[in-house]
Structure formats: structure tokens, C-alpha cells
């Protein structure tokens, strides 16, 4: 049966040019590069400079997705941001991204789920797109958690970076079977029982102040690791494939250790998984796109690839995305 799939046009990304080394972390608190890259990975991170926004860079990771997708901005009639740290309370980001593009049609949103952002705001955008209400999206991740960081709590600040990425989506219509390409699959999930364990301690509606990130880093790896594998498994199940026959796992950047716990447990050589974290660390909503922008510029990402997207992120909230690119 022929139905409406939304196929991914173009990527794009952008990263503030300010690179700050773990070295650079070892000036600010009591840390070292061989602690930072042995528990974590991360070598380095971008850091947006004073006066550079969430918009800004997702404006930037917008454009780069619009030339390569060959996509008018004018054409586009839904952009959706996913960002835990917007420009201001309100307006949402998106709306911003969309007047800095020139787009003053359609519909433009936030969305609001930390590190799993992008996996949401591709499932609502692609929900949209498929009801026919919307024909062209942009989808970006945003975001500048430098500003959300406690400068002094080596616990947190040292495994966060800022940056932007984003994608181009087109309704177009298939045959409806998993060989189509497009996004085959997604599925969102959330329990706010787990707040303290990932929370930002500030907020308008409470503190009236931005507040700073605090997490238990211990217990949200054991939650992730068991939470993004249950996901995937539960997206294999649904479209009948195998872990591999996926081309390329691009997952969320919290976590070397994490991606290699996950790969353990699917079986998954390393060679299918995308990571990026060495040079971006977290950057939340922003780093699947960011991820899926280095695979497409290394040509790890063809017209036909089997692509499966995963996340996990304050709320908690966790999901994952299958798509044929
Ligand atoms: N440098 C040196 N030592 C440090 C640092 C640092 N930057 N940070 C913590 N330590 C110390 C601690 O003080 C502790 O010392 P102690 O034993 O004397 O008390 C020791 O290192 C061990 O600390 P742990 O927190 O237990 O270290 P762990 O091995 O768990 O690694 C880490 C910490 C890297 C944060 C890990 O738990 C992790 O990655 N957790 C998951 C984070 C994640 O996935 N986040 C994703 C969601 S993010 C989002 O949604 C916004």
C-alpha cells in the first residue's frame, strides 16, 4: 500500500570555532586529559563564544542542510528545534531559526527533551509530514550547554560541548514496505520518575534563574545503557531486521563506555557505530545530527542506508529512530 514517508534530503552542521582541549578543562578544575579520556572519550569540545546563541548555530547547520538537499528555505513549511538551552524562555528557537532562514510560512517549535531532543523532534516531524498537513522540514538540534554548566564541578562541566545540527525532510510517497526509504520507524519513550538523577537546578517557573546542570553520572549509565538497548531491541522486533543488518548505528555522544556497553550487548562491530564525542563531547539535542553530518561528509552514509538513531536524556527520556537514508 502506498503511504507518505519522510525522506531525509540533506544534513548539515555547525560548530563554534573555540575549541577547548581537556587540557584546557585542567586549567579550570581538578582534572586530567587521561581521566577524561579514560572515563569518557572525550578529548575535546567546542564552546560558543560569548554572544553566539543556540539559534546561531542552528541557523548555520540549517543553511549547510538547505544547499545540499537542494531545498529552497522557501519550500520549507516546518522547522522544529530540539534545545535544552534556548535563546530566551520564549520565543522557541525554532521560530528564531525560521525568521534568520527568511521562512515565514508554515509552523515553527521546540521541542524539549534533553539528549534525546532529536529523536523526538524527528518522530514529530515526521508524524506531521506523514498526515499531509506539512510537506517539507527542517529538523535541528541546538544547543550552547556551556551556559548551563557549573564551571566548578569537574563531575559535569568537563563532558559537555556546544554545536548544532540539522536535517532536511521531504513527505514523499513509497510502497509502503521497509525496503522504502525514509523513516521506517521511531519510538519515544519517557519516565519522570527519574528527574534527580539528570536535572537542571534552575528554571523561570521556579528558581527565576537559568540554574546549573546536576546529574549522578553513575546511576544515569546504568539507566542508559539498559534503557537505549531495550529501545533498539524493541525496534528490530517491530520491523523485523537484525542488529546486523543495520549499516550504521549513529547514537547519542554521552559516553564512550556507553557505546561500547550497548555495541557489546547488540553484538555490533565498531566499524557500524558513529562516534563522535572524542572532539564534540555531549552536546545533547545537537549530537546525533552532528554524528550523522561526519558520516555523510565520510561517505559512511549512502542513498540506501540502514540507519538507527538512539537516545537517552534527562526526564528521563530515551527513543529511537530507523531509517533508510
Ligand atoms: N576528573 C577527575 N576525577 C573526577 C572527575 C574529573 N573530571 N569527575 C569525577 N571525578 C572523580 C569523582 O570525584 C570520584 O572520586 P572519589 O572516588 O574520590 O569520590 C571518582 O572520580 C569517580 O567518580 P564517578 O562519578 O563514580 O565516575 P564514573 O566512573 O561513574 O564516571 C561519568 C563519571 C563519566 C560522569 C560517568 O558516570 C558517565 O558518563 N555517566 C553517564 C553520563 C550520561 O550518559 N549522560 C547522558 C545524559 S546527559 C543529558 O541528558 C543532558
Redesign the pocket.
Known sequence: MAVNRSVIRGVGAYVPKRVMTNADMAKI????DD??VE??GIHSRHIAEEGEKTSDLGIAACRQALVRSGIDPLDIDLVICAT?TPDRTFPATATRIQAGLGINRGAAFDVQA??SGFVYALTVADSLLRTGQFRRALVVGAETFSRILDWSD???C??FGDGAGAVVLEAQPTHGTREDRGILFSRIRSDGRFEDL?YVDGGPGSTKTTGH?R?N??E??RH?VQKISGVIEETLVATGYAADEIDLFVP?Q??K??LDGIARKLNVGPEKIVVTLGKHG?T?AASIPLALNQAFEERRLKEGSLVLMEA???GFTWGAVLARW
Open positions: 578544575v581538578d582534572t586530567t581521566w577524561i572515563r569518557t535544552a534533553v539528549c569537574r563531575g559535569t568537563v563532558l539528570l546542570l546529574m553520572g553513575r544515569v549509565f542508559a547519542h554521552a559516553n563506555r556507553i555531549n545533547s537517552m536524556g534527562g
